[in-house]
């Protein structure tokens, strides 16, 4: 007895003093979150504050840079097709975002259903798939997929008596099909989310509400959705920042065209600051596209009090 006692106190004495294995945890997790800050400083955090440095001069790289205070968001906000631009990128990313969390829960409702683990494994792997593709090597693929004269769509569609469909040639068509080429390839993220999470539902409030006489989709609108909720605004927020920043399909596919409908703020910003070198302008679209991403997740937010349910 009096061994097991002595144990013990030895046991809480070198708890008191931190075991040797224990502050070697403290510094491998100290370490890895170094590293994780190091990471975003260098490629986050000091790239924003540069740009917001910039945006107040005049530099086109070769002549010294010259403060110009506020006359790029001046001019910013009275640019005509950069303004448009923002519209641009507001409209597909609202219709991106809607797609992809409606189809990808869709899908996930659908997958997990599905008893067999093999298949649910299947149809994950599957639907992720293109989110491990390069945008620029598929942006590419499906410019010669979609192409008005001799794209493979065409070509099929007509075989079928169907005349040529301008997927990349009109304003609508561009716009549609850009939108739809993000959501494909993007769809796989909120898949694997939604199918994780509706796993997760608790089968007690399953069966409660089975018992209850609800039915499919009542259960589903009733308790699963509002139960993931969470993770639906997680998604939500996600899809957006990410839809905001197009930038490969559109450039790639069509260079912005036909004339600006598929112009985005990035597609702006590129357009000014490398093409134009009018750096602090480009830098000044940047800022103020940051600004709007930050103002249309804080709404996000302000709207999920009262959409969203926690447990």
Same mark, same amino acid.
């Given at each position: 007895m009096s061994a097991v006692t002595a144990e013990v106190r030895e046991a809480v004495v070198k708890k008191?003093?931190?075991?040797? /294995?224990?502050?070697? &945890?403290?510094?491998?997790?100290f370490a890895m979150i170094g590293l994780s800050v190091l990471f975003v400083a260098v490629f986050t955090a000091i790239p924003i504050v540069a740009s917001l440095g910039l945006s107040f001069f005049s530099w086109d790289v070769i002549s010294t840079p010259e403060y110009v205070g506020l006359e790029n968001?001046?001019?910013?906000? +009275?640019?005509?097709?950069?303004? %448009? /631009? =923002?519209? !641009? $990128?507001?409209?597909?990313?609202?219709? #991106?975002? !809607?797609?992809?969390? +409606? @189809?990808? *829960?869709g899908l996930a409702v659908l997958v997990n259903q599905r008893k067999l683990v093999w298949v649910r494994t299947l149809f994950r792997t599957a639907f992720y798939l293109p989110l491990l593709a390069s945008t620029a090597a598929v942006s590419i693929f499906m410019g010669y997929l979609f192409d008005y004269k001799f794209g493979v769509v065409n070509y099929y569609l007509g075989l079928l008596? #169907?005349?040529?469909?301008?997927?990349? $040639?009109?304003g609508f068509g561009a716009a549609a099909t850009i939108v739809l080429i993000a959501v494909w390839q993007q769809i796989g993220f909120t898949f694997v989310l939604f199918v994780a999470s509706l796993m997760s539902v608790? +089968?007690?409030?399953? &069966?409660?509400?089975?018992?209850?006489?609800?039915?499919? *989709?009542? $259960?589903? =609108?009733?308790?699963?959705?509002?139960?993931? /909720?969470? +993770?639906?605004?997680?998604?939500? !927020?996600?899809? *957006? #920042?990410?839809?905001?920043?197009? =930038?490969?399909?559109?450039? @790639?596919? $069509? %260079?912005?065209?036909?004339?600006?409908a598929t112009t985005t703020v990035t597609i702006s910003m590129y357009?000014?600051? =490398?093409?134009?070198?009018?750096?602090?302008?480009?830098?000044?679209i940047a800022i103020v596209?940051?600004?709007?991403?930050? !103002? @249309?997740?804080?709404?996000?937010?302000?709207?999920?009090? %009262?959409?969203?349910?926690?447990?």
């Open positions: 008191r003093r931190g075991h040797p /294995s224990s502050h070697g &945890e403290a510094r491998f997790g968001y001046r001019r910013l906000f +009275t640019d005509g097709p950069v303004l %448009k /631009s =923002f519209g !641009v $990128t507001l409209g597909m990313a609202l219709a #991106i975002v !809607v797609l992809q969390l +409606t @189809i990808g *829960l008596g #169907i005349p040529n469909v301008p997927w990349l $040639t009109s608790p +089968t007690d409030v399953l &069966e409660a509400a089975q018992i209850d006489g609800a039915g499919g *989709l009542r $259960t589903l =609108f009733r308790i699963k959705i509002p139960l993931i /909720s969470p +993770t639906i605004l997680f998604a939500a !927020v996600v899809a *957006l #920042i990410n839809a905001m920043q197009l =930038f490969d399909q559109p450039y @790639i596919m $069509t %260079k912005g065209g036909p004339g600006s357009q000014k600051g =490398f093409q134009n070198l009018q750096f602090g302008y480009g830098s000044a596209l940051l600004a709007a991403i930050l !103002v @249309i997740t804080g709404l996000q937010f302000l709207a999920a009090r %009262k959409l969203v349910f926690y447990q």
